[in-house]
């Protein structure tokens, strides 16, 4: 049995995350703040810490005491991190600081894990080959357009800059599945028989079913210290037209109508209300980042080097797992 720390275990990853450590009979404790909703950590075997990662002072105390009483973690998976923020700064400070806070923390209390995973993402590349649609793959220099992807980059070179240090990166494309809130929007959203997508070009998207990354993390894990970066896909690309189809059959409509809006309407929106939520101090759905992100037609990426190392196969795909995300929204009386 192993001790393993998740970070960000109350968001739509991190549950998911828990429940595949225990299924594996892992000692889990699951990272959250004092106000983290635990509708999805109601297993009765899960251990809860609360971190405060906005005072290094405090996280420091918290983690010493935590240690001096249970010993330290075997693996530590680092789920904790912003997608939505009205500046870089912020983003800077959530997904790099806190990150750094805890690596650092742990160095110096003598608790460096024996792995320690990073969930990164996709958009530390930024724009991909949207002319060849070349998969991202290994050895490619990152070039993120976005804040976001900017901040996570931040966080990646800091592991990779430590001596030796234990780390493995995940760099996720677009997650779904049950709990998750974007992809369901969609699926709602062809439900009432519109599906909207941006731009005329063709767009190769890619994903990855909750379940199948969550299983990777753990044989990733298992594998030790891999001091790497990998890729985390099915190892396919779709259109929207193919998403759509497949939504429409787990929803048992037969048609939903397509609505293509122009990527400089879309520009000119996120625009408006990026400053409106300078404006606010409050981050808004669509901004200036969004815009790039769905500007973006090439999603492909290489997987290769996830598979030779820790096996990773995706046991779902995109038609399997909207079919049981669909069932849960429903289940759940969201759709």
Excluded at 190 to 219: E, H, N, P, R, W
Excluded at 236 to 242: D, M
Aim: with cysteine.
């Amino acid at each position: 049995m192993k001790k393993i720390l998740i970070t960000g275990a109350g968001g739509f990853i991190g549950g998911f995350l828990v429940e595949e450590a225990l299924r594996r009979g892992h000692e889990t404790w699951a990272a959250v703040r004092r106000s983290t909703k635990r509708d999805f950590l109601q297993d009765e075997r899960i251990n809860f810490i609360e971190l405060d990662f906005t005072d290094s002072d405090v996280l420091e105390k918290q983690l010493q005491e935590h240690i001096a009483e249970h010993g330290k973690w075997d693996y530590v998976v680092h789920n904790l991190g912003a997608t939505k923020c009205t500046n870089y700064i912020e983003f800077e400070r959530v997904n790099h600081g806190y990150m750094r806070a805890l690596v650092d923390t742990l160095a110096d209390l003598d608790a460096t894990p024996e792995v320690f995973l990073l969930m990164s993402s996709l958009s530390v590349m930024g724009m991909g080959d949207d002319k060849n649609y070349t998969p991202f793959a290994e050895g490619m220099v990152p070039n993120p357009n976005t804040r976001y992807g900017m901040s996570k980059l931040k966080a990646e070179n800091y592991l990779q800059m430590l001596p030796q240090y234990p780390y493995t990166i995940f760099r996720c494309t677009g997650v779904y599945g049950p709990h998750e809130r974007d992809y369901y929007l969609m699926m709602k959203s062809i439900k009432s028989g519109f599906d909207f997508s941006v731009g005329y070009k063709k767009q190769m998207l890619t994903f990855i079913y909750v379940k199948d990354l969550a299983c990777a993390v753990m044989d990733a894990l298992g594998r030790g210290p891999l001091r790497k970066t990998y890729y985390i896909s099915e190892n396919q690309g779709y259109t929207q037209k193919e998403f759509r189809t497949m939504v429409c059959k787990a929803l048992g409509k037969k048609w939903a109508m397509p609505v293509v809006c122009p990527l400089w309407v879309v520009k000119i929106v996120c625009m408006v209300l990026t400053w409106y939520g300078k404006m606010t101090l409050k981050p808004t759905t669509l901004n200036n980042d969004k815009f790039k992100i769905m500007k973006q037609r090439n999603w492909l990426c290489d997987t290769t080097p996830a598979q030779q190392d820790f096996g990773f196969s995706p046991k779902y795909s995109l038609e399997e797992g909207v079919k049981e995300a669909i069932a849960w929204y429903r289940e759940a009386g969201w759709l």
